[in-house]
């Protein structure tokens, strides 16, 4: 059974940066795909970034692209998500997913069987 905790969140103001770690277990994830993905309140789950790790693919919503940075550990089975220049749109409950395998739409919920419990990250103006 593979076990995703997410770390890192917080509170920080526009402009600030974060970085959000997911530790996974269970699972020797070196041809996984590992995924960041966030919820504000009232709107639907959208895909942030997404990493293969078999093979170092990243993929970005257009959102955050030259903001966040996803990146993996293998040493410690965990993937960041640095996050820079952090604007109030960004504020979210952030949840780290996980599939075995490569997936192909990897900014797609529907990808990933795997799910931690969410880190809040609010940023205000």
């Known amino acids: 059974q593979v076990h995703l905790v997410e770390s890192g969140g917080g509170s920080v103001q526009a402009g600030g940066s974060l970085r959000l770690s997911c530790a996974a277990s269970g699972y020797s994830h070196s041809r996984a795909t590992m995924g960041w993905f966030r919820q504000a309140p009232g709107k639907e789950r959208e895909g942030v970034a997404s990493?293969?790790?078999?093979?170092?693919?990243?993929y970005y919503t257009g959102a955050v692209k030259g903001r966040f940075t996803i990146s993996p550990d293998n040493a410690k089975n965990t993937v960041y998500l640095q996050m820079n220049s952090l604007k109030p749109d960004d504020t979210a409950m952030y949840y780290c997913?996980?599939?075995?395998?490569?997936?192909?739409?990897?900014?797609?919920?529907?990808?990933?069987?795997?799910w931690g419990q969410g880190t809040q990250v609010t940023v205000s103006s």
């Open positions: 997913a996980f599939a075995p395998l490569w997936v192909a739409w990897a900014l797609l919920p529907s990808g990933y069987g795997y």
């Open positions: 990493i293969y790790l078999g093979g170092s693919n990243t």
